[in-house]
């Protein structure tokens, strides 16, 4: 596989159930970016990785919380989340050594909290 | 604090031309993309300008004023698959990107 693969395309749960999104790059990147997208909203940065370590949490509730086990994979997990939850959540890579940065996104997961 | 601004919507016929316009206020500067993205799917990359002026890429071109705090994307000959948003964003003096709401762009025949 090439690019970066996302795990559910989409999720479907309650507010007391527990789930986790799944990210894999494929690109040798070394940062990775979990970001929520709501309908006409500006895309929202959730967590920033560089090098397997946290470097940026933007004020995001404790019911999301992120991992990163390795440069290539990247989990969302969610617990206990509220309606205004339901979203697109896309995941991103990028090379921060290189020149443009330009971040490359995978298909996202809709989720919708009931 | 940090802004980005484009239209919500805009509609043109295939065929033609037009411009989506983007202006920003960040703290720090370090380049400026375009993004599009159908519907339902990832936003991919389309340009990116760091200098003033106007880069080229076949029908797409995005043009740079840093003074004015300015950009906009060109999109000639228009065809229905252009049919998508279309995002702006700023890579800022952390090197986050800041994100615009994006342009849904309607091509008619």
């Known amino acids: 596989e090439t690019g970066v693969t996302q795990t559910p395309r989409h999720l479907v749960m309650g507010m007391t159930n527990k789930k986790s999104l799944k990210c894999e790059q494929h690109l040798g990147h070394n940062a990775m970016y979990w970001y929520k997208q709501s309908a006409k909203k500006p895309l929202e940065l959730m967590f920033v990785?560089?090098?397997?370590?946290?470097?940026e949490n933007n004020s995001v509730p404790s019911r999301f919380s992120p991992e990163c086990p390795n440069s290539s994979h990247l989990f969302l997990h969610l617990h206990t989340l509220q309606p205004e939850d339901s979203a697109l959540y896309l995941c991103a890579s990028s090379d921060p050594s290189g020149t443009v940065r330009e971040q490359f996104f995978g298909p996202g997961t809709r989720l919708t909290v009931l | 604090g940090q802004n980005i601004d484009q239209p919500t919507e805009m509609t043109a016929t295939e065929g033609a031309i037009v411009q989506i316009n983007c202006t920003y206020q960040?703290?720090?500067?370090?380049?400026l993309f375009w993004y599009q993205q159908h519907a339902g799917e990832a936003p991919t990359f389309l340009s990116y300008n760091v200098l003033d002026g106007l880069e080229e890429k076949g029908r797409f071109s995005s043009f740079l004023s840093r003074s004015k705090g300015y950009s906009y994307l060109l999109l000639k000959e228009l065809q229905m698959k252009d049919s998508a948003s279309y995002l702006c964003?700023?890579?800022?003096?952390?090197?986050?990107?800041?994100w615009g709401a994006g342009t849904k762009l309607i091509i008619k025949p």
């Open positions: 990785y560089n090098f397997k370590e946290q470097t």
């Open positions: 960040t703290s720090g500067f370090n380049g």
């Open positions: 964003a700023v890579l800022d003096s952390n090197y986050q990107l800041i």
